[in-house]
């Protein structure tokens, strides 16, 4: 049961954090990267709401089902590009940072795919999904009926 409805409760709040999401998707990080990246961080931190809503997004843009079903398991597999595989690590990185750091390596290899820019951009979506992941598991934001995407 939802323990709270944080969009009604605060919802110019939401709206900031929506405005932020929207942002990415033309940002100019490649394509389908970024629901990749959504999906990881929400695989990591256990969030059903959001990893079900990446899935759909990401079968949406046309990241292939396989990729999907193996994201977890990503080192294993040579599905993923090396800059993906960059970017994912940077994902898992900086989303488990309990251990009070983020390695050099991780970012350097980062550094070897993309920009600045797009590291900055990455990061701050790497962020923002953390925040949603938050706020759904917090106060349990409930599944939908029908699996997100198919209305």
């Not at 929400?42 to 046309?62: E, P, R, T, W, Y």
């Not at 920009?115 to 992941?133: R, S």
């Amino acid at each position: 049961m939802m323990r709270l409805n944080y969009i009604k409760a605060a919802p110019r709040a939401y709206e900031h954090m929506a405005a932020l999401s929207g942002y990415f998707h033309d940002c100019g990080l490649p394509g389908g990267l970024l629901e990749l990246v959504w999906l990881r961080a929400s695989q990591l931190n256990g969030c059903a709401f959001c990893i079900d809503m990446h899935v759909a997004d990401a079968l949406k843009v046309g990241i292939e089902a396989r990729r999907l079903h193996l994201l977890d398991a990503w080192r294993e597999t040579e599905l993923y590009s090396p800059a993906e595989r960059a970017a994912l690590a940077w994902t898992e990185a900086v989303t488990n940072v309990q251990d009070g750091h983020v390695p050099d390596a991780v970012f350097a290899d980062l550094r070897e795919h993309f920009d600045d820019k797009q590291i900055a951009d990455l990061t701050f979506a790497i962020g923002t999904i953390n925040a949603w992941n938050r706020l759904a598991i917090s106060f349990r934001s409930p599944l939908p009926k029908t699996p997100q995407g198919v209305r």
